[in-house]
């Protein structure tokens, strides 16, 4: 199974600043990256599919990156509703498998 | 309005078993896979079991195979996961979502909590 490491656990950015949120492979997933968002209380929702693809409706604030390991997501001009709870999931090698999450507060 | 909604979820005692539902609303399901995920409190987000779109195949992860099925039902447009010998530590909410790679359209999720 491959394990996925976010990074940092908790990231603390000021409003209107940029934040990139990190995630980790333990082997190779190529593209097969994908980046959601959760607010309290809600289901998540897809941000970004194929490391750096977005989701129907998702601003251009949300940037996806990386291949193989190694992978970013980049929020720009954070806003108030940015700062929730992501996760990255891979797809590449079953079982899928997400990482445990990135807390975005604000600073 | 474009909607998955989960039902069954319930409070039940070690070992007692649980009929989970997935109803599509305003779309038909039947040209797509769907997911059932777990979130337990604490431990992020768990792949569970994924269903094609004729219900021919099901893929499970390891950690639930023999004890959770997954199903479809074209006629009701909807997917139902079958739980039993319920543990303790299964306790969390069950998304379905729609997709077997990527998922690009959640429910709201059914509570389980399974407690003597």
């Known amino acids: 199974e491959i394990v996925m490491t976010q990074s940092p656990a908790t990231l603390s950015v000021s409003p209107g600043e940029r934040a990139t949120l990190s995630c980790r492979a333990s082997q190779s997933v190529s593209s097969d990256l994908a980046w959601y968002q959760q607010k309290p209380g809600q289901a998540p929702r897809l941000l970004i599919y194929a490391a750096g693809a977005r989701g129907n409706g998702i601003p251009a604030r949300f940037t996806g990156g990386g291949f193989g390991t190694e992978f970013t997501l980049t929020i720009s001009d954070l806003q108030s509703e940015d700062f929730v709870l992501y996760f990255c999931q891979q797809y590449n090698n079953w079982p899928n498998t997400f990482g445990q999450g990135t807390k975005l507060e604000i600073k | 309005e474009v909607q998955l909604v989960e039902s069954g979820g319930d409070l039940v005692q070690p070992g007692g078993s649980l009929r989970l539902s997935c109803a599509a609303s305003g779309f038909t399901l039947s040209p797509y896979w769907v997911t059932w995920v777990r979130q337990a409190p604490g431990r992020g987000l768990e792949w569970v079991a994924s269903i094609n779109q004729d219900g021919s195949r099901k893929k499970y992860v390891d950690s639930w195979k023999g004890r959770f099925t997954i199903s479809r039902d074209s006629a009701k447009n909807s997917v139902d996961l079958h739980v039993n010998s319920l543990r303790t530590d299964d306790t969390g909410v069950y998304y379905c979502?729609?997709?077997?790679?990527?998922?690009?359209?959640w429910g709201q999720g059914t509570l389980v909590t399974v407690s003597s």
């Open positions: 979502a729609r997709g077997n790679y990527f998922l690009d359209f």
